[in-house]
């Protein structure tokens, strides 16, 4: 009886109640969709770094405090790679080879820092041009093509494009090749991309006369929740020979990034939600307050303060339920939105964007519909109050 009272009730006046439902709705939707937004910046962030430099990396010890000159030899690689094949919880294991030197052709050079790995087209794809698929095939990045001035014969895709390249690493003597360029390498760092050549780690040995060997060993999990305890079973097992940097060791630009990212989503998330507590707190108080003079003539007609106290109730828990099912559906639909439409999210000194995603989560769905829950339970304390505190006369006469 009291549910069927305060269903009609609510209906009432529908213009009130309708846009009533419509404010929390959108409140409930802004709330669940900034939660998105905000997880994906996070993991967007940790899953570019990852890409990048991969879950961890294993080198000699003091290799990445002087990059270029302590190599993993063969015995080293085959030790290490041995101890990985025991851990199902990893995925991807790649020898990279870091060496520098100069590049150009007869009218022009600049230095560049190659990056010869096992695997490069499990990482590299060329974003003009064609990947890398045979031996004397190398990438270069696009901004470093444009200062060779052979950016638009590559993406033309001219097969005569060849570059000379001229580099040593770890005593192996001046070496000097000629390469064809295949395709243009975008990281979207312009730094990067001005300087970054690309190859197959055997074309590297071989050009610098080298025996099976490395820089480093990168190594990417299924699953970068299993981090800490797959790099503390590594290191236990490789007995402090070799050093592990994990990926955040290897960014620490991530650190800063993510600071400035999250004091700056703090801020906005206490405004916001500072802006919907006031906001709702206001229209559900004014429309429970207007109609303070139906609660006076339930009152009046023999109503006792639990049975309008229980409508009031009902009604708030009505208002809330069906505003956070319209409230997900509208977030749902943005987010649908956004992974049919172009919106691309650009990192600070970047170039090329990332596709906005929305991630939703159960815990930030729960945490907002709570935030929503608490807000409309506290705007109805001041209506019941006044109801149960005015006699039917003044609630009437309100």
């Given at each position: ?5 305060s ?9 009130r ?5 419509i404010l929390?709705s ?9 939660n998105g937004y905000t997880t ?8 570019g ?18 990059k270029?000159d302590?190599?993993?030899?063969a015995d ?11 851990d199902?919880?990893?995925d ?6 870091l060496?520098?030197?100069?590049i150009?052709?007869?009218d022009?050079s600049?230095p560049?820092?190659?990056t010869?790995t096992?695997?490069?087209?499990s990482?590299f ?7 890398i698929t045979?031996?004397d ?8 093509a444009?200062?060779l001035n052979i ?7 001219n ?5 000379n ?19 243009i ?5 312009t ?11 055997d074309t ?5 006369s ?5 820089s480093?060993?990168?190594v990417?999990?299924l699953n ?7 790099i ?5 097992m490789?007995d402090?020979q070799?050093?592990v940097?994990d990926?955040k060791?290897?960014n620490p ?8 990212f999250?004091t ?5 998330c206490?405004i ?6 006031v ?15 139906e ?13 309008l106290i ?5 009604e ?18 943005i987010r649908?939105?956004s992974?049919i ?16 995603v929305l991630?939703f ?8 519909a709570c935030?929503?829950i ?6 109805s304390?001041?209506?019941i109050?006044?109801?149960i505190k005015?006699?039917?006369d ?5």
């Amino acid at each position: 009886m009291k549910l069927l009272i305060s269903w009609n009730s609510l209906w009432t006046n529908k213009q009130r109640t309708i846009f009533i439902i419509i404010l929390i709705s959108l409140a409930f939707a802004s709330t669940v969709v900034f939660n998105g937004y905000t997880t994906y910046m996070i993991n967007g962030m940790e899953m570019g770094y990852v890409e990048k430099t991969g879950s961890f990396q294993i080198a000699n010890t003091g290799y990445f405090d002087n990059k270029y000159d302590s190599l993993l030899g063969a015995d080293d690689i085959k030790r290490i790679r041995k101890i990985l094949e025991k851990d199902d919880r990893i995925d991807e294991v790649t020898e990279i080879l870091l060496f520098s030197g100069l590049i150009g052709d007869s009218d022009t050079s600049t230095p560049f820092i190659a990056t010869a790995t096992n695997n490069p087209l499990s990482r590299f794809g060329s974003s003009d041009g064609m990947p890398i698929t045979h031996d004397d095939d190398i990438l270069l990045g696009s901004k470093l093509a444009k200062n060779l001035n052979i950016y638009e014969k590559i993406v033309q895709q001219n097969d005569d494009v060849s570059v000379n390249i001229m580099a040593s690493l770890a005593g192996s003597g001046l070496s000097f090749s000629s390469f064809n360029v295949s395709g243009i390498y975008d990281s979207g760092t312009t730094e990067v991309d001005s300087r970054h050549v690309i190859m197959k780690l055997d074309t590297a040995l071989n050009m610098l006369s080298l025996n099976e060997c490395a820089s480093y060993i990168e190594v990417k999990l299924l699953n970068n929740k299993d981090l800490k305890s797959v790099i503390a079973n590594i290191s236990e097992m490789l007995d402090g020979q070799f050093e592990v940097k994990d990926w955040k060791q290897l960014n620490p630009s991530y650190a800063q990034v993510s600071g400035m990212f999250n004091t700056i989503q703090t801020f906005f998330c206490i405004i916001m939600y500072f802006f919907i507590f006031v906001a709702l707190s206001f229209s559900l108080n004014t429309e429970f307050t207007e109609r303070l003079n139906e609660f006076g003539t339930l009152k009046a007609i023999g109503a006792s303060k639990e049975t309008l106290i229980s409508i009031i109730f009902y009604e708030v828990i009505m208002i809330i339920s069906i505003s956070l099912l319209i409230g997900y559906g509208e977030a749902q639909l943005i987010r649908y939105l956004s992974s049919i439409c172009d919106w691309q999210f650009i990192p600070p000194g970047e170039e090329i964007g990332y596709k906005l995603v929305l991630i939703f989560n159960k815990t930030s769905i729960l945490l907002s519909a709570c935030f929503i829950i608490i807000v409309c339970m506290l705007s109805s304390i001041a209506p019941i109050c006044k109801t149960i505190k005015y006699s039917p006369d003044k609630l009437m006469h309100s």
